[in-house]
């Protein structure tokens, strides 16, 4: 009898143990939906002739550096974390930020650099939009807000930031002359960090709610950069194109402000 006592007294420890184990496993894993917006900065965001693709050599603009003329756009994240412990994990972030460009600024500032002595005849420009990819992993940590339904995120990853640079194509027309032209910038990519502060509301065992602001930054390299233009007049056409082979460079920056959904495992 006493053999038996003992016998199921450790059996049902061990059930008890157990039982603990797989519910702590079943919440080692997170998955996430992010969507907000990406409020440009840096020269990612920046709008004037100070630097490529309109500065020129014979003024002061830098032509090594690229202004990106973004406004501010749609942004998505999917996210992965996994739980060390009950405050600190792992976080993989894979996500983008869709952001327009401000061509009705850029052809301003076109007619106002290229204008001078053309008899304000200068082409207008039409461009594409941004997609700047976020692949990114690094520390997660989750710290309790005075219950065990609200917590404090907070996160610091690294990786890559893609963010291809929207070809622009100028064009104009009159009196029997036609003119195009096409700026192309190859590349778009460089190291990228992403740091955010959070807060993630329980709404279920297993749903979390969240809203969160980031910071991602990068330095995003061009390695070259071509222009393309065409004339035609009375039937006849010429034609160039110019390829600038060192390497751009164009500071980004984004704010990312997010709400989302998250399935704990």
């Not at 184990?21 to 992010?34: V, W």
């Amino acid at each position: 009898m006493k053999k038996l006592s003992i016998l199921s007294a450790t059996l049902l420890t061990l059930g008890i143990l157990n039982s603990a184990k797989s519910q702590d496993l079943l919440h080692k894993f997170s998955f996430g939906l992010n969507v907000g917006v990406g409020i440009p900065g840096s020269n990612f965001g920046k709008a004037d002739s100070s630097a490529l693709p309109l500065s020129r050599g014979t003024k002061s603009g830098d032509t090594t550096k690229v202004n990106g003329f973004a406004k501010t756009g749609f942004h998505f994240d999917v996210t992965a974390t996994y739980m060390f412990s009950a405050h600190v994990g792992a976080m993989l972030s894979l996500g983008g930020t869709m952001n327009s460009y401000d061509v009705i600024t850029f052809n301003t500032l076109v007619a106002a650099e290229y204008g001078s002595g053309s008899g304000g005849q200068v082409p207008i420009f039409t461009s594409g939009s941004y997609f700047v990819g976020q692949y990114l992993i690094g520390p997660y940590i989750a710290l309790p807000l005075g219950s065990d339904k609200l917590q404090l995120e907070l996160k610091g990853l690294v990786g890559l930031v893609y963010a291809a640079y929207p070809t622009l194509t100028g064009s104009l027309s009159g009196g029997g002359y036609s003119y195009s032209r096409t700026i192309t910038m190859k590349g778009g990519s460089g190291f990228g960090y992403r740091v955010g502060v959070g807060v993630k509301y329980m709404v279920a065992p297993i749903i979390g709610l969240h809203f969160g602001v980031g910071y991602t930054g990068s330095n995003v390299t061009y390695s070259s950069a071509t222009q393309s233009q065409s004339e035609t007049y009375a039937g006849s056409t010429t034609s160039s194109t110019y390829t600038d082979p060192v390497s751009k460079t164009m500071s980004l920056s984004l704010i990312q402000v997010t709400v989302g959904v998250s399935v704990d495992l």
